[in-house]
């Protein structure tokens, strides 16, 4: 069959399926993020708009300029890296329109966890503390101690207070962890 009568996707179309899980919101749900978490968006945004997309558009259309774009290196990585771009791009604009952006240091019920809380936990069996801080989809970065409010051990933790024992399915198994500490910060 002819390329001409194949339907290739635009990707906007696919691209909540495309993001890898620990990425997707749970249908219905809101799009909570802190200030933080939302400002470094707004930062990855303005970035790829104001200068790494000019910049590319310059190079492929130097490269088009150059005469046969089916060997033209320059040209075909740069329609591709192109088309990367202008896919975060919409990504990004749409996560910030849909995000709610929570203040932590506002919360009210400070013995309670709620979304931006920075909790530390000790495994029951282990004795091991870890402090972690939820956090949106799109800021978690686990090596930094920030937890997605979507994680089994962040859903677990949500409305418990200081001295409570919660469970959670780990990939390791379920465990059992006791809440240590709350802070708003």
Same mark, same amino acid.
């Given at each position: =069959? @002819?390329?001409?009568?194949?339907? *290739?996707?635009?990707?906007?179309?696919? !691209?909540? !399926?495309?993001?890898?899980?620990?990425? &997707?919101?749970?249908?219905?749900?809101?799009?909570? =993020?802190?200030?933080?978490?939302?400002?470094?968006?707004?930062?990855?945004?303005?970035?790829?708009?104001?200068?790494?997309?000019? &910049?590319?558009?310059?190079?492929?259309? /130097?490269?088009?300029?150059?005469?046969?774009? @089916?060997?033209?290196?320059?040209?075909?990585?740069?329609?591709?890296?192109? &088309?990367?771009?202008?896919?975060? +791009?919409?990504?990004?604009?749409?996560?910030?329109? @849909?995000?709610?952006?929570?203040?932590? *240091?506002?919360?009210?019920?400070?013995?309670?966890?709620?979304?931006?809380?920075?909790?530390?936990? !000790?495994?029951?069996?282990?004795?091991?503390?870890?402090?972690?801080?939820?956090?949106?989809?799109?800021?978690?970065?686990?090596?930094?101690?920030? +937890?997605? /409010? +979507?994680?089994?051990?962040? &859903?677990?933790?949500?409305?418990?207070? !200081?001295?409570?024992?919660?469970?959670?399915?780990?990939?390791?198994? =379920?465990?059992?962890?006791?809440?240590?500490?709350?802070?708003?910060?």
């Amino acid at each position: =069959m @002819s390329k001409a009568f194949t339907r *290739e996707g635009d990707g906007q179309d696919d !691209e909540e !399926e495309e993001l890898s899980p620990s990425l &997707r919101l749970p249908a219905g749900s809101k799009n909570y =993020m802190t200030r933080r978490g939302y400002d470094a968006l707004r930062a990855e945004l303005e970035q790829l708009v104001r200068t790494e997309r000019p &910049r590319l558009v310059e190079t492929v259309a /130097w490269a088009a300029g150059n005469g046969d774009r @089916s060997e033209n290196g320059d040209y075909i990585y740069g329609k591709k890296r192109l &088309r990367e771009i202008d896919r975060r +791009i919409r990504f990004l604009i749409k996560r910030i329109e @849909s995000a709610d952006v929570v203040d932590p *240091e506002r919360q009210q019920e400070l013995d309670q966890v709620f979304f931006g809380a920075t909790v530390t936990i !000790e495994d029951v069996e282990t004795a091991e503390q870890q402090t972690w801080q939820i956090v949106g989809v799109d800021e978690a970065d686990a090596s930094d101690g920030r +937890i997605s /409010w +979507i994680s089994p051990l962040a &859903r677990a933790l949500l409305k418990a207070k !200081e001295g409570d024992a919660v469970r959670f399915q780990s990939p390791a198994g =379920m465990r059992e962890v006791e809440i240590v500490a709350i802070r708003y910060v």
